[in-house]
DNA sequence: ACGAGGATGCTCT
DNA sequence: GAGCATCCTCGTG
């Protein structure tokens, strides 16, 4: 367990990539949620990337018209915006979720953050996911860590990469490549083939199984 | 353990 | 009106 409470910004450079290597880099970096003088800290352990050029990626419709020369439109114009910024969305009549913008500005690009483990603020977490019955419950899904984490629509287009209520930093340990497990994503119907979902192998927080 | 079904509202066609 | 990047509860075995 990491002794030091300070955390430094991941750069926005790190977001302004390809998005399946951001997916698999954000695997055992820290959220950090600062509310007041607390801090609410979780590892990300599980992501999905989603690109524009491909039909489950919320932007894709949009990515056809802006190559046709139209502009974006919608909830999804925030995909094509700067990279580093949070997309917050509704899913299900009832669950925020949590996703970071990638790739250059103009390119529409995201990846997901579906499960994290929880390292500071654990009491916290647990008042705000009252059904939790394990610490493990807390950040296995995506519309869990938004609860856990206090992640709401007012932190979407948020700039993630710099300090203040929500950003993203380094880890306190690498995940080596051999560790990063690959799959299909979670919960879609269109493109099931690819395996655009990354998780720590073996970790006891990632979602599902 | 596992699977079915309900809750609930926004987005896009 | 259909389809969701979900979670929880309540059946059954």
């Not at 409470?5 to 998005?19: E, G, I, S």
């Not at 919320?58 to 802006?66: E, K, S």
Request: charged share 25%.
């Amino acid at each position: 367990m990491r002794k030091t409470t300070h955390f430094t910004p991941l750069p926005q450079a790190f977001f302004a990539r390809d998005t399946l290597r951001v997916a698999r880099e954000l695997l055992g970096c820290f959220v950090v949620r600062r509310r007041g003088s607390e801090q609410l800290v979780a590892r990300i352990v599980e992501t999905e990337a989603y690109h524009g050029d491909e039909p489950a990626c919320h932007a894709h419709a949009n990515f056809q018209r802006v190559r046709r020369g139209e502009a974006p439109r919608g909830r999804s114009a925030v995909l094509f915006g700067a990279p580093g910024t949070a997309y917050v969305y509704f899913n299900y009549g009832m669950y925020w979720l949590f996703n970071v913008v990638t790739e250059p500005e103009g390119t529409p690009g995201a990846v997901l953050v579906r499960a994290v483990e929880p390292v500071f603020g654990i009491e916290r977490m647990r008042e705000l996911r009252p059904h939790a019955q394990r610490d493990r419950d807390l950040g296995n899904g995506p519309g869990k860590l938004a609860l856990a984490l206090d992640i709401g629509p007012a932190f979407n287009e948020h700039a993630l990469y710099a300090p203040g209520e929500l950003f993203l930093a380094r880890g306190d340990r690498a995940v080596a490549a051999r560790e990063i497990v690959a799959g299909p994503r979670i919960g879609i119907s269109k493109a099931r083939d690819l395996p655009w979902r990354f998780h720590v192998r073996g970790n006891e927080h990632v979602s599902g199984r």
